[in-house]
T-cell receptor
Framework: GEDVEQSLFLSVREGDSSVINCTYTDSSSTYLYWYKQEPGAGLQLLTYIFSNMDMKQDQRLTVLLNKKDKHLSLRIADTQTGDSAIYFCAEFGYGGSQGNLIFGKGTKLSVKP | DVKVTQSSRYLVKRTGEKVFLECVQDMDHENMFWYRQDPGLGLRLIYFSYDVKMKEKGDIPEGYSVSREKKERFSLILESASTNQTSMYLC????????????FGDGTRLSIL
């Protein structure tokens, strides 16, 4: 079945760039998503990329997609303490019924001042 | 903006009680989802619904049921709460078209004593 893998932790210094990586298995995925979860809150959709794109940039966020390697990354430029959160990668899984996303376990980003 | 509202942020119940978690969305979305989130396990799909009165089992439906009598409301029911159902519960909704992102509520932190 489909699977999405992420490293569990990432620690960076304020002002540095953060790169959060994700690998997925479903080659038929058409959309891939990044969500952010702040402590005690739900998941907030950050950005998404369609599979016919290699890159998408949105202000401080850059998403890179390597479809051949099934690798997705999220780069946060000039990381701030407010970026400390858990970041989830997700793919649309055709293995389930419509509207079903497959989530990674999340990467906890810690930003040190 | 999409608004998904969960009725309680925190809830404390006793073992054996019947527990209702309510979720309402205001975007006329067809699809609605219930997840639980536990440390180290990420998000796990309990049930989802793609239309009124329709429901589908997710990955961990045991011990839960759902109700969708109206399009905007999706209820999760713990028939007889047990301590291993202590968790963070997240509701989400999405539009009917495949690949549409899911939008999440703020979550309900449920403790079963």
């Amino acid at each position: 079945g489909e699977d999405v893998e992420q490293s569990l932790f990432l620690s960076v210094r304020e002002g540095d760039s953060s790169v959060i990586n994700c690998t997925y298995t479903d080659s038929s995925s058409t959309y891939l998503y990044w969500y952010k979860q702040e402590p005690g809150a739900g998941l907030q959709l950050l950005t998404y990329i369609f599979s016919n794109m290699d890159m998408k940039q949105d202000q401080r966020l850059t998403v890179l997609l390597n479809k051949k390697d099934k690798h997705l990354s999220l780069r946060i430029a000039d990381t701030q303490t407010g970026d400390s959160a858990i970041y989830f990668c997700a793919e649309f899984g055709y293995g389930g019924s419509q509207g079903n996303l497959i989530f990674g376990k999340g990467t906890k980003l810690s930003v040190k001042p | 903006d999409v608004k998904v509202t969960q009725s309680s942020r925190y809830l404390v119940k006793r073992t054996g009680e019947k527990v209702f978690l309510e979720c309402v969305q205001d975007m006329d979305h067809e699809n609605m989802f219930w997840y639980r989130q536990d440390p180290g396990l990420g998000l796990r799909l309990i049930y989802f619904s793609y239309d009124v009165k329709m429901k589908e089992k997710g990955d961990i439906p045991e011990g839960y049921s759902v109700s969708r009598e109206k399009k905007e409301r999706f209820s999760l029911i713990l028939e007889s709460a047990s301590t291993n159902q202590t968790s963070m519960y997240l509701c989400a909704s999405s539009a009917e078209q495949p690949n549409q992102p899911q939008h999440f509520g703020d979550g309900t932190r449920l403790s079963i004593l």
